[in-house]
């Protein structure tokens, strides 16, 4: 975290929207990376000041800030058109959340001024509030941003989406990768997967989706067969890898406990093998996070230990709890004890710190106090990997995540506990989920053979 960050952003005299705007950037922090959190205070700067008076703003207003050329660059990109919205729609959702304003998101709003989809109005209705009742549901921007852009190139050139054939979409699917880096390359499965659930989603919404009938009767606006009916999505190529004992006491072993950085790398690597959670859960921790309680296991007993909060993929809205291990809050205090900041951290410090001249020297200044990124906790695993003698290429940061569910299994934890850990939503998802991770033991073949030689059949 920079030190700029750690001094209050100071934008409206009246207390509520100053104290809805902390809270709104104490959880952008919490969710989301460094540059984010930056970007989101740069930009509300510069539309609050001067003095802007946040319950009279329009949507007009936003769209107008949102469009504006800075002077020392070109043409203000649409990526940045839509971050400034996207953050100015954020602050005023958590505004309204809090019952501080009570009138229509201009944010939001101001979204309908973009190029619509649809030049029918009741479609381009539908699309607006099909993406509004997607996050709803999701809370994620990744997801909206996703769907739109597929909707958005399906749907160009194609007219009415009444006419759309199953034989349309059928062609889309197959088109080539048009995100950078994948440019031209044929779609994987799970690509196609993604353009089969946006399209069906959204014509599945529009067949509820009501509208003003001829006679001012309610109709539905969508009546006929989804066109993406009978498609059924593709099986991706899965690689569970799951590290075996020996495997696990390497990577760890590789790791010098009395370099900084090292034991940093070491108590996350922890935490993720025997907490289960995926990258984006563990690597914004915050001290604050971590708190000494009383928990209760499965059987009704109770102890005291400490727990440390988050939230998961695909419930950023539900702030989720699970204890914290005593290896981890071990390795966690040896790090800090070693980076001289057992003493002085902060709730709103960032425990897994990124260190000076670790990736640059114009990246991390001394004195910063930044979250290491999800991306660098990452590629360091893949270092230490190659490092032990594992092939980075075969392991990934999400493979503790498998390594732990499967120690879990084979140390006698039951399936329902373990779908638990996992946060999986049915047992069939867990039980699958593992029987994957077991690739080469074959017991049985193992019992007939001595079976066949106690006969004396062999």
């Known amino acids: 975290m920079m030190t700029d960050i750690l001094q209050p952003l100071h934008l409206f005299d009246d207390q509520r929207w100053q104290a809805c705007l902390e809270s709104f950037l104490d959880d952008v922090s919490r969710r989301e ?9 740069t930009t509300l700067k510069s539309f609050f000041t001067p003095d802007r008076d946040p319950a009279a703003v329009s949507c007009k207003e936003v769209e107008a800030f949102c469009k504006q050329t800075p002077s020392y660059h070109g043409p203000v990109s649409h990526q940045t058109v839509i971050r400034r919205r996207q953050t100015i729609r954020g602050l005023y959702d958590h505004a309204i959340k809090q019952g ?5 998101n201009p944010g939001r709003r101001a979204a309908k001024e973009v190029t619509p989809l649809f030049g029918d109005p009741n479609w381009q209705q539908c699309f607006e509030h099909y993406l509004e009742d997607l996050y709803r549901r999701s809370q994620s921007q990744a997801t909206i941003i996703s769907y739109t852009g597929i909707l958005r190139r399906f749907f160009e050139g194609r007219g009415n989406p009444d006419k759309v054939t199953r034989a349309d979409v059928s062609t889309y699917l197959q088109q080539p990768c048009v995100s950078n880096g994948k440019q031209g390359q ?3 499965v799970a690509t196609i997967n993604g353009r089969v659930s946006a399209i069906r989603t959204f014509y599945d919404y529009a067949s509820a989706y009501t509208v003003a009938g001829p006679d001012g009767e309610p109709i539905l606006l969508f009546q006929r067969a989804n066109p993406t009916a009978g498609i059924r999505h593709g099986q991706p190529a899965v690689h569970h890898k799951s590290l075996s004992l020996q495997e696990v006491k390497r990577f760890f072993d590789c790791m010098d406990p009395s370099d900084v950085i090292q034991a940093r790398d070491c108590a996350i690597y922890w935490c993720y093998l025997l907490t289960c959670r995926r990258k984006s859960e563990l690597a914004n921790l915050r001290w604050g996070d971590i708190e000494y309680g009383l928990i209760t296991d499965e059987d009704g007993s109770t102890r005291e230990g400490y727990l440390f909060h988050f939230r998961g993929k695909g419930r950023q809205a539900i702030l989720d709890s699970q204890e914290l291990p005593e290896k981890c809050m071990e390795e966690i205090k040896h790090y800090l004890e070693l980076s001289q900041r057992w003493e002085t951290i902060k709730p709103e410090d960032p425990i897994f710190a990124a260190l000076p001249n670790q990736h640059g020297p114009s990246n991390v200044k001394p004195g910063e106090l930044r979250p290491l990124d999800a991306s660098t906790i990452a590629k360091r695993l893949k270092h230490y990997a190659a490092q032990c003698g594992i092939d980075p290429n075969k392991f990934s940061l999400h493979s503790l995540r498998h390594t ?4 879990r299994k084979i140390s006698g934890e039951d399936l329902f506990a373990i779908s638990r850990a996992l946060r999986h939503k049915s047992l069939d ?6 029987e994957e991770l077991v690739t080469n033991g074959d017991r049985g073949s193992k019992l007939v053979e001595a079976r066949l030689k106690a006969l004396g059949v062999m």
């Open 429 to 434: 998802m867990t039980r699958r989920y593992l």
């Open 404 to 407: 732990g569910a499967f120690l």
């Open 33 to 41: 990376s460094h540059t984010t959190l930056v970007d989101h205070r």
């Open 100 to 104: 501080i304003f009570i009138w229509n």
């Open 186 to 188: 044929p779609a994987a």
